[in-house]
């Protein structure tokens, strides 16, 4: 036990991305004593602190397994490097529900030189909550994004995990096979999000990809999203579409309010951690869901996460 | 009857060659060394430890004609075991065959050639599965002319019985592997070529100790095959429907415990695959006594050449027609092989064929280990010596200076790493240029055979590396799938109670959970020790990294600090360890990281010692049986080196 939590978080806050691993422990430290020196980390590079958001552009990667999100990443990696961009990925993976323990093996399909001090992938359990990204990883996005110039999410898609994708990330990305329905199935019945972008992968299978492309666009119109842009990739050799979906990327992050949807995503995170903490019977005392939004909204824009729940703890106990 | 041999370099696996078929064998098995196998050249990082360490290095026409010094390539029956880079192997054998004015109709042997299995189980493959198919399918179409008496392809079932295979699967999917083969090459020949392309179509074969069963399997490959033939690919000269296959019985269940009794293992085994005339192998190969615990020496191969030779000249074996036919016991267990093979192809084809399911089989193989790993540890399946009658006399045999085992000479890859370097000073390289772009240029187009530019390349100098390296360029590198992540979490029997409670405990101590990174450095592409013991770790609960095969050691520290793992296990069996570990171990403190090392593998005594001195906290060997006894090991380390409490 080294290093003071706040010197990792200071360090991070300055650029330095050596210090990244060792904040990471922090954080997925769930023990009292863990759990105070996440707070102490957290607190340095919280956009209060920094005076500014993050730079970092976040961006969530999602969608159903066999998807072929493995080696788009590996190429967006490749290409991110190319231009020059520091990143990070954090690679979500399901847990053992029986026995607690997981196998975290994705991270072998992302190439990259060991040696390169600009990529850092970690790789974390979704810890056993359900379809729901840790809280954990709410706050190695915090810590990571003053020191990254890209903190990518990656998560398999199963239903309620791209809602979560969302709320950490400036950009979210779904990931689809050609010919995989189900996605668009999700969409339409309103149980996934529609998301910033949507990418059709093995672009190589030619037609076939660029009927699914097709199909999602006019679905997506259909349901009168028309700022959802469709891209078709190919990530295998000769890759196609790396450099538009950066392209892209790059475009809907200048296209967006990234101050207010971070503000807006800290606020729905603080109520789900106060929700999970509390129970949906203290909801219940602060008027129900939507009203806690409502009074959140009021709030003090610069308070981050824990601010932000001890502000609801404080409004529940005056409740009750 | 040969030996599968060959080590170090040209020079003196072409002095070995001349000896062994001086005492009396009938042919060449040539093992390739790691980096030839895998397409990278003495030089390059992935290769190190690994030059002339379980064959011999060729990285180029230079090395090979050394290798073949002296042999007459017309009469000589040559087997190749190569694969992802088979085409380059073969056009630098009919290179020196063509500058020694032999007739390239006059070659005969075999190129092992099955991508497939190294995807499912060696792991020396160098391509996608797309373009491997690509490369195996052009051989076929050109040798069938060109070599007419080569076997362009061995269709292996033995390496997943390694694996793990099930009789059932080990017959399913080496004939799905045979139908993708054959597939591909319908499209790459003529009608009236392609009975003879489904003729020269040979298997390799496993043959373990259940050895009634074994041979039940053989009899019921053959009528599988026969039907293939017949019905999907109207064959009908029965000479061409032949199910024609070569044998290396089982290493899987040689014991480093009381060695002794692997040749007892040894002579039954090669007995399934010689009792019966109808299903009886072609060509045999015998492992030595001594394979779990290190590299054999001459001895031990002619330990084993013997056998086959008391099997053939001494005993009554040839003699008599098939002893088995109308037996109804061998009838009835065939037509059980046949039915339950057949079911599990229809899966196969179900996925879409051999090369779409390569994720599926995989995790079936990992899932059967398993299961056989378990049945070892609860004592359900007995294996004598390691699980019961453990108590033993010491053994004479292992008494000797070197301890029962080969060494390689460490000076081997120092000298081939320099002479690769003189080799590409001393070409002409607007030549090599030029057959390399024509290589990328035939790669890239897929209605052109690559055999003809890299046979261009082979005449030009090209190395093993500059060759494979245009490919990987064209075709893109890959990585197979590790099977670990679907394999199925076994029955709630409470046998991992105890292992997971002590893993949450530390958890619980530590703040997280307890993380480990399998690693396995280096090319050797044996997994199976280290998908056993992933999945053994995420179901005793743990967080567990497992990357696969081929990582170089700053891969692994790198890993290892980015994941912030509090152990890492590594798993080598390629008799690397010696080069590799200390390597890793020192990436692992330059990068930072204050963690524990664990090591598994065929490690002779003398060198854990060694690596227990270099800081390595423990060293496990193929007699450390019990996996879930070494998970309670580890996590025990990992309580101690962070000052918390395992018990209560």
């Known amino acids: ?320 | 009857m040969r030996t599968y041999a060959g080590h170090s370099t040209a020079k003196e696996s072409n002095a070995l060659y001349r000896k062994n078929l001086e005492k009396g064998q009938t042919g060449l098995s040539i093992a390739f060394d790691l980096p030839t196998q895998t397409g990278y050249d003495p030089d390059h990082e992935l290769s190190r430890g690994e030059v002339g360490k379980v064959g011999v290095s060729i990285a180029h026409k230079g090395d090979m004609h050394q290798l073949l010094d002296g042999i007459p390539l017309g009469e000589m029956n040559t087997s190749m075991t190569i694969n992802a880079t088979a085409a380059w192997l073969l056009a630098l054998y009919m290179t020196v065959a063509e500058e020694n004015d032999v007739d390239r109709g006059s070659l005969q042997g075999t190129t092992q050639n099955d991508i497939i299995k190294e995807f499912l189980s060696r792991g020396t493959y160098a391509f996608p599965p797309g373009p491997s198919m690509r490369l195996i399918a052009d051989m076929i179409a050109f040798t069938v002319d060109e070599v007419p008496k080569w076997n362009p392809i061995n269709i292996c079932s033995y390496h997943l019985q390694e694996a793990g295979a099930t009789p059932v699967q080990e017959i399913a999917y080496a004939m799905s592997t045979a139908q993708a083969v054959l597939d591909a090459a319908r499209e790459r020949v003529d009608e009236e070529t392609f009975p003879r392309v489904f003729g020269r179509i040979s298997f390799f074969v496993n043959a373990g100790i259940r050895f009634i069963e074994e041979h039940a399997k053989l009899r019921a490959m053959g009528q599988i095959w026969e039907q293939l033939g017949r019905e999907r690919y109207g064959v009908t000269d029965s000479k061409l429907l032949r199910f024609r296959y070569g044998v290396q019985v089982n290493s899987l269940g040689l014991t480093e415990a009381q060695p002794e009794n692997n040749v007892i293992r040894i002579v039954l085994e090669a007995l399934a695959v010689t009792l019966g005339r109808n299903a009886r192998a072609r060509a045999l190969q015998l492992p030595a006594w001594n394979e779990a615990l290190g590299l054999p020496r001459p001895w031990d191969q002619q330990w084993s050449l013997r056998i086959q030779q008391i099997l053939a000249y001494e005993t009554d074996l040839l003699e008599y027609p098939d002893i088995f036919e109308g037996s109804h016991v061998m009838e009835g267990l065939v037509s059980e092989l046949v039915e339950g093979a057949r079911a599990e192809m229809a899966v196969v084809a179900e996925h879409g064929g051999a090369v779409e399911a390569v994720d599926y089989m995989k995790t079936q193989l990992v899932e059967s280990h398993s299961e056989r790993v378990a049945k070892i540890e609860r004592g359900d399946l007995k294996v004598i010596g390691q699980n019961v009658f453990q108590s033993s006399e010491p053994s004479p045999l292992q008494e000797g200076e070197d301890g029962g085992i080969l060494t390689v000479d460490p000076g081997v890859e120092q000298g081939q790493i320099e002479a690769v370097e003189k080799w590409r000073s001393s070409r002409d390289d607007d030549a090599v240029g030029k057959a390399l772009d024509a290589l990328s240029e035939a790669a890239r187009d897929e209605n052109t055979n690559i055999m003809e530019a890299t046979l261009a390349c082979a005449r030009a100098g090209v190395t093993t590396g500059e060759w494979a390296a245009r490919l990987r360029e064209c075709f893109g590198e890959y990585r197979a799938p590790t099977g670990v992540g679907d394999a199925a979490v076994p029955a709630e029997d409470g046998s991992l109670d105890d292992l997971r409670d002590k893993v949450e405990r530390v958890s619980e101590s530590l703040g997280r959970r307890v993380k480990i990174l399998v690693g396995k450095p280096g090319l050797d592409g044996h997994s199976n020790g280290a998908e056993q013991i992933a999945v053994r770790a995420r179901d005793a609960g743990m967080d567990v990294v497992y990357e696969g095969i081929r990582l170089t050691p700053a891969r692994i520290a790198a890993t290892a600090v980015q994941e912030g793992v509090h152990v890492v296990g590594l798993s080598i069996l390629s008799g690397s360890h010696r080069e590799l570990i200390p390597e890793v171990v020192r990436e692992l403190r330059e990068a930072g990281a204050d963690v524990p090392v664990v090591v598994g593998g065929i490690i002779p005594a003398r060198d854990a010692q060694e690596m227990l001195e270099m800081g390595v906290a423990r060293v496990y060997t193929p007699k450390d049986f019990e996996i879930s006894r070494i998970m309670g090991d580890i996590v025990e380390l990992v309580a101690e080196r962070n000052g918390v409490a395992t018990a209560a």
């Open chain 1, 1 to 320: 036990m080294s290093e003071g939590a706040a010197d990792l978080g200071r360090r991070l806050a300055s650029g330095d991305r050596s210090a990244a691993p060792a904040a990471l422990n922090v954080i997925e430290d769930r023990s009292p004593r863990g759990r105070e020196r996440a707070r102490e980390l957290l607190a340095v590079v919280s956009p209060a602190s920094l005076g500014h958001e993050a730079p970092a552009h976040i961006v969530g990667l999602t969608g159903p397994p066999g998807a072929g999100k493995s080696s788009l990443l590996s190429a967006l990696v490749r290409e991110w490097r190319a231009r020059g961009k520091t990143v990070a990925v954090l690679a979500v993976d399901p847990s053992s529900k029986r026995s607690g323990g997981s196998l975290l093996g994705d991270r072998a399909r992302i190439d990259h030189d060991p040696k390169d001090d600009g990529i850092l992938i970690r790789s974390t359990a979704a810890g056993g909550r359900l379809g729901g990204l840790a809280a954990a990883t709410r706050e190695a996005v915090q810590a990571l994004a003053p020191a990254f110039d890209v903190v990518v999410v990656e998560t398999v898609g199963v239903g309620q995990s791209e809602t979560d994708v969302e709320e950490v990330s400036d950009t979210t990305v779904v990931v689809v096979q050609p010919g995989s329905g189900d996605t668009l199935q999700f969409i339409k019945a309103g149980i996934m999000e529609v998301p910033d972008l949507l990418v059709v992968t093995k672009a190589d299978l030619g037609d076939v990809a660029l009927r699914a492309r097709r199909d999602l666009s006019a679905a997506l119109r259909s349901l009168g999203s028309r700022d959802t842009k469709v891209l078709a990739v190919a990530s295998l050799p000769p890759p196609e579409g790396v450099d538009e979906l950066i392209d892209a990327l790059e475009g809907h992050r200048e296209a967006t309010d990234i101050a207010a949807r971070r503000l807006r995503a800290r606020r729905l995170a603080a109520l789900d951690e106060f929700t999970v903490e509390h129970g949906e019977r203290a909801l219940r005392a602060l008027g129900g869901r939507r009203d806690a939004e409502r009074w959140l909204r009021g709030q003090d824009e610069g308070l981050d996460v824990p601010g932000l729940v001890a502000a609801l703890e404080q409004r529940a106990a005056g409740a009750s």
